[in-house]
T-cell receptor, first 112, second 114 residues
Framework: QQQVKQSPQSLIVQKGGISIINCAYE??????FPWYQQFPGKGPALLIA?????SEKKEGRFTISFNKSAKQFSLHIMDSQPGDSATYFC???????????FGKGTKLTVNP | NAGVTQTPKFRILKIGQSMTLQCTQD?????MYWYRQDPGMGLKLIYY???????DKGEVPNGYNVSRSTTEDFPLRLELAAPSQTSVYFC?????????????FGPGTRLTVT
């Protein structure tokens, strides 16, 4: 049973455009929702994270939107750049647990 | 700080062979994890440890073993390697405390079993 569903599997965006990746979860006990960025040949690295007490968190060009009632959260990359080309993973964790449940990933390609 | 280091970077095993994937962190993190990453499947937790001497199973532990004798090291043992264990393996660590759950990942070990 997949606890975190991520879409789309791949995404192609033109430079300067907006990239949007969506995730949905089932477990209402999740209370921490990070996004990880992974470049080819590297390990994932934390990009941005949110807790359900806020509906949005912004860090530079990256924004997480969170909809608690719909059990969905999304990553928005504004002014997408070729350097943003990577695989993005959403994840979720339950309060008191360090264990992250990951989505299957989205491969983002930003064309120049 | 070197962060999380993993060795080897690449390895080819024959079916039935055994090997140990090494993982070391120098951030004094108490939590450590092993994941496997298969194409299009995200990361699956194999084993994790909340401190020296304490380990527990994750989502996909079959065919693997771990030990945690020190805070720094968390080796993953593959016994009787099978083709289904062909994957990229990532070690990660985190600090339990405060509001951050950030996990720091190593560069990975690409394992092929033939």
């Amino acid at each position: 049973q997949q606890q975190v569903k991520q879409s789309p599997q791949s995404l192609i965006v033109q430079k300067g455009g907006i990239s949007i990746i969506n995730c949905a979860y089932e477990n209402t006990a999740f209370d921490y929702f990070p996004w990880y960025q992974q470049f080819p040949g590297k390990g994932p690295a934390l990009l941005i994270a949110i807790r359900p007490d806020v509906s949005e968190k912004k860090e530079g060009r990256f924004t997480i939107s969170f909809n608690k009632s719909a059990k969905q959260f999304s990553l928005h990359i504004m002014d997408s750049q070729p350097g943003d080309s990577a695989t993005y993973f959403c994840a979720a964790a339950q309060g008191g647990s360090e264990k992250l449940v990951f989505g299957k990933g989205t491969k983002l390609t930003v064309n120049p | 700080n070197a962060g999380v280091t993993q060795t080897p970077k690449f390895r080819i095993l024959k079916i039935g062979q055994s090997m140990t994937l090494q993982c070391t962190q120098d951030m004094n993190h108490n939590y450590m994890y092993w994941y496997r990453q298969d194409p299009g499947m995200g990361l699956k937790l194999i084993y994790y440890s909340v401190g020296a001497g304490i380990t527990d199973k994750g989502e996909v532990p079959n065919g693997y073993n771990v030990s945690r004798s020190t805070t720094e090291d968390f080796p993953l043992r593959l016994e009787l390697a099978a083709p289904s264990q062909t994957s990229v393996y990532f070690c990660a660590s985190s600090y339990r405390g405060g509001s951050s759950y950030e996990q720091y990942f190593g560069p990975g070990t690409r394992l092929t079993v033939t």
